[in-house]
């Protein structure tokens, strides 16, 4: 059995403080490293400027990820392999981040930029494994996993935007769970919570494959134009079940 999460405001264990310091360091130079990397592959002349965009992205994320390690009372003594492997994902959505600062490299790069947000998205799979198999599994891992998502189906619609095979009505696709939370300010029983859905896990995964896909060479016109939306009705579809749902649960409650 997993250890459960610890009360809010409880001291973490400080080698599992340190792990997560040394990770969030070490995206850095990997997210500045690989976008310049990337930029300079697709031949572009500033490709340091994709390296600036992408640390300025990891910073505040490190951030707010060290302050979530210990607001969320990280219950285990040792960061573990799984959060790791979500910080690292974390770092390399960065460097595809950078990329937008340099599109002319985007088009060049075809096949490699969509063979590396694959494997982004495989490791998506391997992080919720790991953390069941070490027996590490925390409600920060959790949240670290879930905006890692988030940040990944932002990055990648703005890539899609930025080649030009969608419009930027498809950067709500990224921008969806951020106007969920926003709405929760507004009406408190957004916040409720969701019991664990295979539809949703679907859906994401569905969502996910088919923005990587979007970055083939291969799909272009219409037929780029159709995925995408039929993408983001998928999508915008289960949020509105499940908005729907929280709002029933709420009505009946006293």
């Given at each position: 059995?997993?250890?459960?999460?610890?009360?809010?405001?409880?001291?973490?264990?400080?080698?599992?403080?340190?792990?997560?310091?040394?990770?969030?360091?070490?995206?850095?130079?990997?997210?500045?490293?690989?976008?310049?990397?990337?930029?300079?592959?697709?031949?572009?002349?500033?490709?340091?400027?994709?390296?600036?965009?992408?640390?300025?992205?990891?910073?505040?994320?490190?951030?707010?990820?060290?302050?979530?390690?210990?607001?969320?009372?990280?219950?285990?003594?040792?960061?573990?392999?799984?959060?790791?492997?979500?910080?690292?994902?974390?770092?390399?959505?960065?460097?595809?981040?950078?990329?937008?600062?340099?599109?002319?490299?985007?088009?060049?790069?075809?096949?490699?930029?969509?063979?590396?947000?694959?494997?982004?998205?495989?490791?998506?799979?391997?992080?919720?494994?790991?953390?069941?198999?070490?027996?590490?599994?925390?409600?920060?891992?959790?949240?670290?996993?879930?905006?890692?998502?988030?940040?990944?189906?932002?990055?990648?619609?703005?890539?899609?935007?930025?080649?030009?095979?969608?419009?930027?009505?498809?950067?709500?696709?990224?921008?969806?769970?951020?106007?969920?939370l926003l709405g929760g300010l507004v009406w408190?029983?957004?916040?409720?919570?969701?019991?664990?859905?295979?539809?949703?896990?679907?859906?994401?995964?569905?969502?996910?494959?088919?923005q990587v896909c979007l970055l083939l060479p291969?799909?272009?016109?219409?037929?780029?134009?159709?995925?995408?939306?039929?993408?983001?009705?998928?999508?915008?579809?289960?949020?509105?079940?499940?908005?729907?749902?929280l709002h029933a649960q709420a009505e009946r409650?006293?």
């Amino acid at each position: 059995m997993t250890r459960p999460d610890k009360p809010f405001g409880t001291t973490v264990a400080p080698q599992a403080l340190r792990q997560a310091w040394v990770a969030v360091a070490a995206g850095l130079p990997l997210a500045a490293g690989g976008a310049f990397g990337l930029a300079s592959h697709g031949g572009a002349e500033h490709a340091a400027v994709a390296a600036l965009l992408a640390a300025c992205m990891v910073l505040p994320a490190g951030v707010l990820v060290l302050r979530g390690f210990q607001r969320l009372a990280y219950p285990h003594a040792r960061l573990g392999m799984c959060n790791i492997v979500t910080l690292m994902r974390g770092a390399v959505i960065a460097a595809l981040a950078g990329l937008l600062a340099v599109p002319d490299a985007l088009a060049v790069l075809g096949y490699p930029l969509a063979a590396l947000a694959a494997l982004v998205l495989a490791l998506d799979g391997v992080d919720g494994w790991a953390a069941r198999r070490a027996g590490l599994a925390s409600h920060f891992g959790a949240r670290l996993d879930v905006e890692t998502d988030v940040a990944f189906a932002l990055v990648m619609a703005a890539l899609a935007v930025a080649l030009d095979k969608v419009g930027p009505w498809f950067l709500l696709l990224g921008l969806l769970r951020p106007i969920f939370l926003l709405g929760g300010l507004v009406w408190p029983w957004l916040h409720g919570p969701l019991a664990p859905s295979q539809r949703r896990r679907f859906v994401a995964g569905l969502q996910m494959g088919g923005q990587v896909c979007l970055l083939l060479p291969v799909l272009s016109g219409a037929l780029a134009q159709g995925l995408g939306l039929a993408i983001l009705t998928v999508v915008l579809a289960s949020f509105l079940y499940d908005i729907r749902s929280l709002h029933a649960q709420a009505e009946r409650q006293p």
